[in-house]
């Protein structure tokens, strides 16, 4: 169960989520600076009562309301204070003591302090993008709004994305005294935060501000506090029946590569994943500009030398699936591997396949430059920020800055469908397909290097072992 500062830390975050506000102005609102709110909800330092008594009054809710966890102060939030759909909302900062609080429901309101009064009596300040004009009336001001495309309000970095990655890693190296293996542990510690700084840092200039905490729905959720929800993710675990059993009986007998492919996680960042939060649909229809999870019967798979884009589950009827696996399916049916799916019910948003590009090229130039130079403090602490994201996108309380379980399962899938898309890949040029597992483990057999470049990198792929099937096997 999360404590009471972890559960504020969570309400906080969502809060800014829902009035588009960012760290610098809770701050101000609240008397604090930046990096003493930063502090607070990286969990360097405790929220005060006096924090809370001041962020319920700057967001016009009593401090139990906010207390009492994110869902619960959300539905407490003024509607004043929820910017539209299409608008960025411009919202006064609170002055820095603390202000009575407003109820959630029938809580009593104390009369404000003269100063309050004039305060609230007041036009809100215009947006940044506004000119000098003067402020519209309170009954104008959403009309005025609307119609103004909704920016992101980030601060851009000072220099390259990469560079955030880089000079986290010297101040690592220079506080631990040139120490790799200190420097490393601080890093791969920090890997979290660190990442969604970055990913935040991506974000500035896009088209659209993607929803952090939407509603999560009720497919995603777990059925137990330790159990998992419904989506399969598709993972493999595969391996050629009819060649082992040939190989058992002395039929024959073939030298087969283990091939490794290269931070999958990493690769799978470029998918489809849907912005704001997931509409239910029914009916057998894909749109390929929206993406979520799909209840499918995923029908018939028609070709026994190939795995399944659907892993290694035998149960038959429909199931919960993610876009990747959808995909992959539609794809597999138009080459005739396998009869269409049907689709039953969906749980889809607005999509864009560009979501975390940035993020992803930041961090694939950082690793390429890490293995050219063999610096493996830097490579692998861009391993640990790539699979931290991935990992705690979802409801962890690693990752108090956003929760998308649909993002998490869709990352995942995605690197499961590139792996198998490299099992086809492999069987078209007439490589021999072995097994299939894990997140990047494929064995074949015959000149793979013909098909695959070896290396590193991220198109590139390594070999782990060889061995005789027939012989040592």
Known sequence: MMSTEETLRLTVAALMQLTRERQ???????????????????????????????????????????LAGP???????????????????????????PAPPAPCSAAPTATPAPA????????????????????????????ATSSVPRTPRRAAPAGPLPDLIRDRVAAALTEAGGDTD??????????????????????????????????????????????????????????????????RAGHISMEVTALDMNAAYLAALKTWLPIGKLVHSEGDHHDPKRSGV??????EWLTPDLPSPLGSRQEPGPLWITEPTLRALI?????????????????TSGASEGLLEKMRRALV?????????????????????????????????????????DWMHIIRSQAFVNLWLKAHKAHKAGLT???MSGTDELHVSGNWQAVFPEGRGLSQVKAKNMYTLGGNE
Not at 331 to 347: F, G, H, Q, V, Y
Request: with cysteine; glycine share 4%; charged share 20%.
């Open 71 to 97: 869902t619960h102060a959300a539905g407490c939030l003024p509607a004043a204070r929820r910017p539209t759909a299409d608008a960025q909302t411009a919202v006064p900062l609170a002055p820095s003591a």
């Open 331 to 347: 794809r597999c049916a138009e080459m005739d591997l396998c009869t269409p799916p049907k689709i039953m019910e969906s749980w």
């Open 294 to 299: 799909h209840l499918v019967d995923p029908g």
């Open 182 to 247: 200190a420097a490393q542990a601080a890093l791969i510690k920090r890997a979290v935060p660190d990442v969604m700084r970055l990913f935040a840092a991506s974000r500035v200039g896009g088209r659209y501000e993607h929803s952090e905490f939407p509603p999560t729905a009720g497919i995603l959720q777990k059925r137990s506090q330790k159990g998992s929800d419904s989506i399969w993710e598709g993972r493999p675990k595969w391996r050629s029946v009819d060649l082992h059993r040939a190989a």
């Open 116 to 143: 309050e009064t004039a305060a609230a009596a007041a036009p809100a300040p215009a947006a940044p993008a506004s000119s000098a004009a003067p402020a519209p009336a309170p009954a104008l001001a959403a009309a």
């Open 365 to 405: 130039t950082v690793r390429d430059e890490a293995i050219a130079n063999n610096d493996e403090v830097t490579t692998e602490y861009v391993k640990s920020m790539y699979s931290k994201f991935v990992s705690t996108i979802g409801e962890s309380a690693a990752n108090r800055e956003i929760r998308r379980p």
């Open 24 to 66: 610098p102005d809770v701050a101000a609102a609240i008397g604090l600076t930046q990096p003493q709110l930063s502090r607070r909800q990286s969990g360097k330092s405790a929220w005060t009562l006096t924090d809370c008594d001041r962020l319920a009054a700057h967001w016009g809710m009593s401090t139990l309301d906010l």
């Open 433 to 435: 397909v072995v097994q």
